[in-house]
Nanobody, 128 residues
Framework: QVQLVESGGGLVQTGGSLNLSCVNS????????MGWFRQAPGKEREFVAA??????????AHFAKGRFTISRVPAEDADAVNLQMNSLKPEDTGVYYC???????????????????WGQGTEVTVSS
């Protein structure tokens, strides 16, 4: 069974930082891409950032550029990405979900339907 393990969420003040981590054990599949989406209370899930193994590219939502950095974590038997979030704002509050694609998403990294597997989510709260 595929399992994406997320960690790193929490409560932080405005301007603070958090580092989210997501690990996919390759026991079941090797990801073509991994990314992060978020869902704020009362809003739809939206794309944050993603990394493509097949193209070696990263993509960010407009609100994440300059503040968030997604990076691949080298591992022999797992696919893993971190999301470093700096200069956090109250509007960044929400549940952050890790997602993994078992097929090549091409350049559509921001499309949720490209991702097959999803984590349980980790909550991020930014206080004002």
């Amino acid at each position: 069974q595929v399992q994406l393990v997320e960690s790193g969420g929490g409560l932080v003040q405005t301007g603070g930082s958090l580092n989210l981590s997501c690990v996919n054990s390759r026991r079941t599949f090797s990801a073509y891409a991994m990314g992060w989406f978020r869902q704020a209370p009362g809003k739809e899930r939206e794309f944050v950032a993603a990394f493509s193994w097949s193209f070696g590219i990263t993509e960010y939502a407009h609100f994440a550029k300059g503040r968030f950095t997604i990076s691949r974590v080298p591992a022999e038997d797992a696919d893993a990405v971190n999301l470093q979030m700096n200069s956090l704002k109250p509007e960044d509050t929400g549940v952050y979900y890790c997602a993994a694609a078992d097929g090549d998403p091409g350049y559509e990294l921001g499309s949720a339907h490209q991702y097959t597997y999803w984590g349980q989510g980790t909550e991020v709260t930014v206080s004002s």
